[in-house]
């Protein structure tokens, strides 16, 4: 097992989501962190988490305006070109303003049989916690009305133990990069990370499993780099990570929704494992969308510290109102604490590689 069977699971999702398709099973997309994909999996349904791509947009600035995020957009443009027809529902959770409405606008223009929108609050409050309940009973419900089938605890219980091993098993790849010579970039780590999103979980864990193995008793890398931390919004551009690594970064720890956010939080055992599930996406590492956010930041401190990071690297979408209005909020707490800082602002393609590597290497250059 190589970084490149995790690669090639990305790169061809739709031809073997395509072939899902042809042998009977159903494939529900999400956009989001915050929907649970133990829920879906539980009623024999396969989760794929639909990402933006680096194709130009050519169709969705006719359904949304052009100042919505890159993300957003190159969502929306292939499920107008068609990339996703094989997908049998959508369920979106409620996070940032593009995304609480995608689910009305994809509808309206995709024919998709199921669609589900979770209204999952913002605060992280007991009666929130309890809205987020009934939301995923809900859900639960309409599951069991499109399969014709119910879905019991124990076939829940069973899903959330798969997707307990998967964050065990990232999460023990994710602390390797800790080390003085780590065995894993950055941008390799990305790809693990991504191929989890279109992959089974039985078929994804085995891949990690192996993968472990290997690497634990490979060699390291020199370990000469600039340790960074890279926060910031989705983005698709994995050259964005190779970029600084080429630079002379090491990217040793990260803040990314496509990241330790997603797999960081377990879920508890519990008698009633919905709201298990509540309790975890309630309280999990926040996003900006969610309130407050002293908890995450105050992580990040953390993570400085323990993997002796050198210097922070913030990747923020072009218009993306979540993760720009906390910036002022990160900065402002690192600077504090005399952590330097880098903002880079994209719109998910690397087409200003010149201007940002040049920034970059100047970054690097201060703190060696």
Known sequence: MTIMDFQEKYKNRHEIAKQ??????????????????????????????????LDKVSLADSHIQSFICAFGRSCLD???????????GIVVSKTCDIMRNMLGIWSRNIEVPFTFYIGAPSKRTEAARTCLIEEFKLLRSKLE?????????????????????????????????????????????????????????????????????????SESSDGKGVRLLISGSTFEDVNILKMIEDSGGTVVSDDLCVGSRYFWDL??????????????????????????????????????KKHRVQGVISIV?????????????MRDLLQENDMPFLYLETEDRLGEEGQFKTRVQAFLEMLR
């Open 20 to 53: 899902w398709k042809k042998d009977g099973k159903k494939i529900f997309g999400y956009f989001c962190g915050y929907v649970p994909e133990e829920l879906i999996g539980a009623a024999g349904i396969i989760p794929v988490r639909i990402l933006g791509s």
């Open 317 to 329: 979408q072009k218009f993306c109102d979540t993760h720009l209005f906390e910036y002022p909020y």
């Open 267 to 304: 879920i508890e055992p519990a008698s009633d494992p919905i709201r298990a599930l509540a309790d975890r996406y309630q309280m999990r590492v926040t996003c900006p969308c969610k309130h407050p956010s002293d908890e995450r930041l105050e992580r990040i401190l953390d993570e400085v």
């Open 78 to 88: 292939q499920g107008l070109k068609g990339t996703y027809d094989y997908l049998d």
């Open 145 to 217: 009305e499109f399969t014709g089938k119910s879905i019991d605890d124990n076939s829940i219980n069973q899903s959330i133990e798969s997707y307990n091993q998967s964050r065990k098993l990232l999460k023990e790849l994710y602390e390797l990069r800790a080390e003085d010579n780590p065995p894993l970039s950055g941008s390799d780590f990305y790809h693990i990370v991504k191929a989890g999103f279109v992959t089974p979980k039985k078929e994804y864990n085995e891949m990690l499993l192996e993968l472990k193995s290997k690497l634990t008793s």
